[in-house]
């Protein structure tokens, strides 16, 4: 699960970097009730997210961001507009993760 979240997690920085346009972007972490919440925002011109996150044809160029994380964890929620973007990863882990996450806090 942990693994799965990180590459959610750098899939959603690389989008922040090279689509945020901006020179910061900010990354939060919660970990609660045994759900790891990881929140990615930059303060770039903002997209439409598409409605389906579903893969795009093997033919297609570009967005594949978001559906590659939505194949990883548990939950994408995105929100975008003209002051940035958010995306919020949400993760079921394990009570040995859980703990070992709480205990390097």
Known sequence: AVDRLGLALAEACNNAVVHGEGDTYSVAVEVVDGRARVIVSDRG??????????????????????????????????????????VVLTQALDAAVDQELVAGA
């Open 45 to 86: 011109p903002g997209f439409t997210p598409p409605d389906d996150l579903a893969m795009p044809p093997p033919f297609s160029t570009g967005r594949r961001g978001l559906p590659l994380m939505q194949a990883m964890v548990d939950d994408v929620e995105v929100a975008s507009g003209r002051q940035g973007t958010t």
